[in-house]
């Protein structure tokens, strides 16, 4: 058997190895992540990384900062384990450990080239002190897209469905359907995962594939899926959609269903299969201001109040039964983006609320 080697990096070997890079005029990428249980997401993210440059260098959370980001149990490997891993990768170099909760100084020390993020990253989710130190760097910051379905979480997660399928089958059983960043589909999970609703998150689905409901339910290891909404025009699903939307829902046993911020009309099988079951958010007091951009439709007809509703659906547009409404004020100088976020706010109060009401009387 070959003897232990340890495979992680200094700082100082790297920076000095990027010096050298530069003299020969070569780029040297960073990356960083926690690279727990490597999947098929992770290896394509970091060939693509490599691909920017010359060379990888990959920095990644030290076992101590991954149970602090990640919960106990994890990691499952351990950082020697997880570097040792990393660099029998063809795409990578050199892997580093770092940890604080964020990479700043390890960017710091390392002044790559080449920054890159993955996910659900967006150049805005970098704090302002990591961009300032790459616009001071010259750094490059390259935002890598997300490889859909393959995530650690997510991973754990079905391994630990699949050994206990039977921890939590009693509760009800919630589906989220969204299509957008997921504000409320985020604030009713939280709500189940501290306890407010007593259910389980049996299902997320959207019809688009990059959106942050599902990155974010993936993200906390739940079953999330993206199902094709067919070529029908905006808004609508096809026949053959809302088939599948209607199987998937059967098939995960879902006995509620919350649209949030669902870009799509829930029709036919589904509509027919849950009807009385299913429920939405709109941002405005229902009847008034239905459809789309709710908040800028109550601004221009100058009123000087709106909020949101919570309403079961049925086959009309923002029509079905009002369970719930909270009311937010419009000030005489406000944007329509605070009246927006005012809204929002008031959303993520109410969904959780009436969710947890309705699933304690299922
Ligand atoms: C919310 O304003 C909701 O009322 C509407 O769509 C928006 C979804 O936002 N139906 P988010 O994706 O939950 O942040």
Not at 21 to 31: F, N, R, S
Not at 54 to 60: E, G, R, S, T
Not at 157 to 175: E, F, H, L, V, Y
Not at 322 to 333: A, N
């Amino acid at each position: 058997m070959s003897a232990e080697v340890d495979y992680r990096s200094s700082l100082a070997e790297v920076a000095e190895w990027r010096e050298q890079l530069e003299a020969q005029g070569q780029k040297l990428v960073l990356t960083n992540g926690v690279f727990d249980l490597l999947h098929a997401g992770h290896v394509r993210y970091l060939k693509e990384a490599r691909a920017l440059g010359d060379a990888l260098v990959v920095a990644i959370n030290s076992d101590e900062s991954v149970t602090e980001l990640k919960g106990p149990g994890r990691p499952v490997y351990t950082e020697q384990d997880r570097a040792e891993i990393l660099c029998a990768l063809e795409a990578v170099d050199r892997v580093v450990v770092f940890g604080e909760k964020r990479a700043t100084a390890t960017i710091e020390a390392i002044q790559p080239h080449i920054y890159t993020k993955g996910g659900d990253y967006t150049a805005d989710s970098l704090i302002d002190e990591e961009r300032e130190l790459m616009e001071r760097l010259g750094t490059e910051i390259r935002i890598l897209s997300l490889v859909a379905g393959r995530s650690t979480s997510a991973t754990l997660s079905r391994q630990a469905m699949s050994d206990d399928s039977t921890a939590s089958g009693n509760k009800p059983r919630i589906a989220l359907l969204g299509s957008g960043t997921g504000s409320n589909s985020r604030a009713i999970i939280e709500a189940v995962q501290s306890g407010q609703i007593d259910a389980e998150i049996a299902l997320v689905a959207s019809d688009v594939a990059d959106c942050g409901v599902l990155t974010y339910a993936k993200e906390q290891g739940l079953p999330a899926i993206h199902i094709e909404p067919g070529t029908e025009k905006r808004g609508r699903l096809t026949d053959a959609a809302c088939k599948e939307y209607t199987d998937k829902l059967k098939a995960a046993r879902v006995d509620l269903i919350c649209l949030c911020g669902f870009m799509r009309i829930v029709r036919g099988p589904i509509l027919s299969t849950f009807e009385g079951r299913i429920l939405n958010i709109h941002p405005s007091l229902l009847p008034l201001f239905p459809g789309v951009d709710a908040w800028q439709q109550a601004v221009d007809a100058g009123a000087t109040e709106t909020g949101c509703t919570v309403h079961y659906v049925d086959s009309g547009i923002d029509t079905g039964e009002i369970i719930r409404q909270s009311k937010v004020p419009i000030h005489p100088d406000d944007t329509v983006a605070a009246v927006k976020a005012r809204i929002n706010d008031a959303e993520l109060v109410m969904y959780p609320e009436v969710v947890a009401e309705l699933v304690a009387k299922l």
